[in-house]
């Protein structure tokens, strides 16, 4: 079955980019119909999707964090990425990826969680000075 690994700095300085990247084994990110998100939660919250790309390439991202938030991908290592810039105290969470099959993609599917079929273990990320 797909396995997805998380790898993360750990911490980061406030106003810094987050960088987080998950590994894909046993699928690849280009399966047709396959969709890879990234969703984090945080202290005391419930999770919150933050985006996804497709195995097309194309991506979308949460609305509320749209304007700090890139996803891309390397084919060759068959991973994905997500940049989230100006980073606060806030944002310190455990960030997971998370795999899942949608035949029709719209803005409620892929950004709903119980949507996705497999995750990684998550990474933790502290955004403290």
């Known amino acids: 079955q797909v396995q997805l690994q998380e790898s993360g700095p750990g911490l980061v300085a406030p106003s810094q980019t987050l960088s987080v990247v998950c590994t894909v084994s046993n699928d690849s990110i280009t399966t047709t119909d396959s969709a890879w998100s990234w969703i984090r939660q945080s202290p005391g919250k419930g999770l919150e999707w933050m985006g996804v790309i497709g195995y097309d390439g194309s991506s979308y991202s949460n609305p509320s964090l749209k304007s700090r938030t890139s996803i891309s991908r390397e084919l060759s290592k068959n991973q994905f990425s997500l940049h989230l810039g100006s980073v606060t105290p806030e944002d310190t969470a455990v960030y997971y990826c998370?795999?899942?099959?949608?035949?029709?993609?719209?803005?409620?599917?892929?950004?709903?969680?119980?949507?996705?079929?497999?995750w990684g273990q998550g990474t933790q990320v502290t955004v403290s000075s």
């Open positions: 998370a795999a899942g099959t949608f035949k029709f993609w719209n803005e409620g599917t892929v950004a709903d969680p119980d949507n996705y079929n497999y």
